[in-house]
């Protein structure tokens, strides 16, 4: 998490009120690089197997978290992954400027020796089913995510350069580590690129173009700008609402706010430009500023602007799983769905959030496995 985690405990932090706070992300940064490098942390055996097995679908940081504990407590645990490697979000959502992949590997090799077993390249719905599943096993967890993608309907969207965020770090992802990319390249070498969003993701995106060697840079918001210190609205010891500038930012980049994109155009199939129009926020509504139009170059652009779930069409659906009002998997306090010995966590419970939550949640929906397995019998921490 040292490597990830915005770290919103430093702002919360008692010392950060007239100085700087305690660098707790860095602190814990080296402690876990100090522990691995000095060999102290080793696999930890089960002292006795249960005897029951569990399947996670889903392989990013609730998934893994729910595993460890889970093959910890003696249950066998076998991950489904539909990706050809481990690692979900953070195998393919995170570039190597941020985290390099030997940190996840380093994880995955010490749950392999604890007796997690993974299966990847199998989606769960297509290549085996779920029925399958819960006949093989006592318990299913769903840990796939939030992957609906949040879409940006305008005309020209379906133009040849227009490209979803995921998509794009997928590639690069899959590059990186040497393996094949299929289908068509995305690629920033030489061109404009406009990344519409401005959250974690865009600033992905942004360094990642940088490194392909794009030509011109912009990344749009439709939100206002967001002031350079701490906000009213968010007081200490809340999150503060204040602009961030990221790597990737200071790397090169035009950041425009309150601009909302209207259309795409393009020449044979293929992206030209660019339209928006500056806006002001009324009463919660979005007004376009008139006169204000906007119309720019651009080779490629990447829509950055979240995600709004969890992908229900398939396997979900068909499972008959009731959501919240947010559209998320919805379960009871030990996170179990209103299907008996499914569960669900992370992202796909709670939506798009950070990945501490989801290392978080996965760790609770374990204990909650745990006591489902074990007919009540108390969660001990491993």
Known sequence: TGRLCPAPCESACVLGLNSDPVSIRVIEWNIIDKGFEEGWVEPVLPVVSSGRRVAIIGSGPAGLAAAQQLVRSGHGVTVFEKADRIGGLLRYGIPDFKMEKWVLDRRLEQMRK??????????????????????????????????????????????????????????????????TVPGEQISAQGKRVVIIGGGDTGSDCLGTAHRQGCVEAHQFELLPEPPPTRAESTPWPLWPMQLRTSHAHEEGCDREWSIST??????????????????????????PVPGSEIQMDVDLVFLAMGFVGPVKRGLLDSLGLQYDP???????????????????????????????????????????????????QSFREP
């Not at 769960?124 to 309907?153: C, I, K, N």
């Open 262 to 287: 209207t259309k795409f155009s393009g020449v044979n199939g293929r992206l030209t430009k660019l339209h928006a129009t500056r806006v002001k926020f009324e009463h919660g509504q979005v007004i």
């Open 114 to 179: 604890e007796g997690v077993t993974f299966e990847t390249s199998v989606c769960v719905g297509v290549d085996t089913t779920f029925q399958a599943l819960r006949r093989d096993y006592d318990a299913v967890l769903l840990a796939m995510g939030a992957e609906q993608p949040r879409e940006l309907s305008v005309p020209g969207r379906g133009l040849k350069g227009v490209h979803l965020a995921m998509d794009y770090l997928t590639q690069q992802n899959k590059r990186v580590a040497g393996d």
């Open 326 to 376: 947010r559209g998320n998997v919805a379960v009871d306090e030990h996170f179990m769905t209103n299907v008996g010995g499914v569960f669900a966590t992370g992202d796909t419970k709670r939506g798009a959030s950070l990945i501490v939550w989801a290392i978080a949640e996965g760790r609770k929906s374990a204990a909650g496995i745990h006591q489902y397995l074990e007919a009540g």
